[in-house]
């Protein structure tokens, strides 16, 4: 009875003089829940304001932070290189092996067509990843995965790095000299803040002005494993010509949508996106005229705004590209995701048939775990989970699971559905526009099934 009077006042007791009278464990206690409570207060803050939205066809004020140097001071300059800008040597573009004629091939014409007085055939897809000059072990690590895997489809593959002094010029000369898959942008410093803003833009330059033409140009981090023949049986083979091998869409571009919060706007994730020439032309023609300064995936929608153009878009399940997050795994050593997964997530391990698109593989190990689940076919068939469904996951994992749930959060949440309701219209015909600029088709997810390939 003595004890219980003495629980029965701590209220009283922890009232009046909570750091001598409250017990240990319940202060403890009392600490862990005003921390959630605050965590939980913040979250819903966040969730439940709605940010002020542009005005149609007016791109956002914005001065983002990009590696540590704001765009405005970028822009006011003086943007002199840390060190010289010699011209490097003309980049080989290695002509493709010759294939029999299948009707791939639209014999464009270009400086690269002609080899040994013989005329060759451009593949219709250029697969090119933004890589830093200096991260030559990345660069062998995907010529060696999912570039030799796919090395028979009809693509030209490609890393796009900018000019790194001249005391690593001969390094890549000797680089290119064995691979030939190099682009060297000599005329752009390499750093961080060049890489996320302008890098994309200029590259695109380079084929138009060099008249290197392409049905479709696929943009790649260095840290995404490409199922590369998923991508081309699913999206891009069902959309070209079996006659003229051209490509039976325009104004097209295939990725993920994505909600910018910060930046108030609605862009293709930047880790992989793809568009048809005609894109590509026009956004290098915009950028000509507006000179944006952004985020390279942010400045393809201000270029877009600014010039009222719109792009149809065929939007990624979260099934097919995502972030890989290894607490979602099985915890067996394998990338494969452990049962009570979300495969549509933002952020999940493989699962299923569906990976095309897998990002943020930045470890080396964990990338050649990635890659070790897929072969010349696509994807192998996923492991049998064990029996009983094995381990439920990480308690980071069923931390997320939980306020899933209960719809507390969008962690889990595919990043079309993030959008908010206010970038949607929808147009006379049924066609849904998301921020005024990408048309999604008559599904607001912009998902459309794989087409019957003839």
């Known amino acids: 009875m003595v004890a219980s009077k003495a629980y029965l006042s ?64 970028y822009i006011a300059g003086p943007r002199e290189p840390a060190y010289p800008l010699h011209r490097f040597p003309e980049t080989p573009m290695v002509a493709p092996p010759a294939l029999p004629d299948s009707g791939w091939y639209s014999g464009n014409d270009s400086d690269d067509d002609d080899v040994d007085g013989t005329r060759q055939r451009r593949n219709p897809w250029l697969a090119a990843v933004i890589s830093s000059a200096f991260d030559a072990d990345r660069r062998m690590l995907i010529r060696a995965s999912w570039m030799r895997t796919y090395k028979d489809l009809p693509m030209d593959t490609r890393f796009v790095v900018s000019n790194p002094g001249p005391q690593w010029t001969e390094v890549l000369q000797a680089e290119n000299r064995t691979f030939g898959d190099l682009i060297v942008l000599d005329h752009l410093q390499e750093d961080d803040f060049t890489a996320n803003t302008i890098k994309t833009l200029e590259f695109y330059k380079h084929l138009v002005r060099r008249g290197l033409r392409y049905e479709f140009v696929s943009k790649l981090d260095s840290d995404l494993f490409l199922n590369a023949r998923g991508f081309w049986d699913r999206y891009l083979r069902p959309r070209l010509s079996p006659r003229t091998g051209e490509a039976t869409v325009e104004r097209t571009a295939i990725g993920e949508l994505y909600y910018g919060r910060f930046n108030d706007l609605t862009f293709l994730h930047g880790s992989m996106y793809t ?72 952020k999940h391990a493989l699962w299923g048939s569906d990976p095309i698109a897998i990002h943020d593989l930045k470890d080396p190990a964990v990338y050649l775990r990635v890659a070790s689940a897929f072969d010349e076919r696509g994807i192998r068939p996923m492991p049998p989970l064990p029996r009983g469904g094995g381990p439920r996951g990480s308690l980071a994992m069923l931390w997320f699971d939980f306020w899933h749930a209960v719809g507390a959060t969008t962690y889990l949440t595919p990043r079309v559905e993030r959008i908010p309701f206010f970038f949607w219209s929808r147009r006379d015909n049924g066609d849904w526009m998301c921020d005024d600029i990408w048309n999604v088709g008559k599904s607001k997810t912009g998902h459309q099934q794989p087409r019957r390939v003839w």
Request: hydrophobic residues 45%; aromatic residues 10%.
């Open 10 to 73: 701590l209220p009283i007791a922890a009232w009046e003089n909570p750091k001598t009278n409250l017990p240990r464990r319940f202060h403890r206690l009392l600490v862990l829940s005003l921390i959630a409570m605050a965590f939980v207060a913040v979250h819903l803050t966040v969730k439940l304001t709605t940010p002020t939205h542009h005005a149609p066809f007016t791109a956002p004020n914005m001065d983002p932070e990009i590696h540590g140097k704001y765009v405005s001071a």
């Open 275 to 346: 568009y048809t020439w005609d894109v590509v032309e026009e956004l290098v023609e915009l950028q000509e005229r507006y000179r944006v300064v952004a985020g390279e995936d942010v400045a393809m929608a201000l270029l877009l705004l600014r010039a009222r153009r719109a792009v149809n878009v065929v939007n990624f399940l979260g099934s097919e590209k995502f972030d890989y997050y290894e607490p979602d795994s099985r915890g067996d050593g394998s990338p494969w995701a452990r049962a009570n997964t979300h495969p549509n997530a933002t």
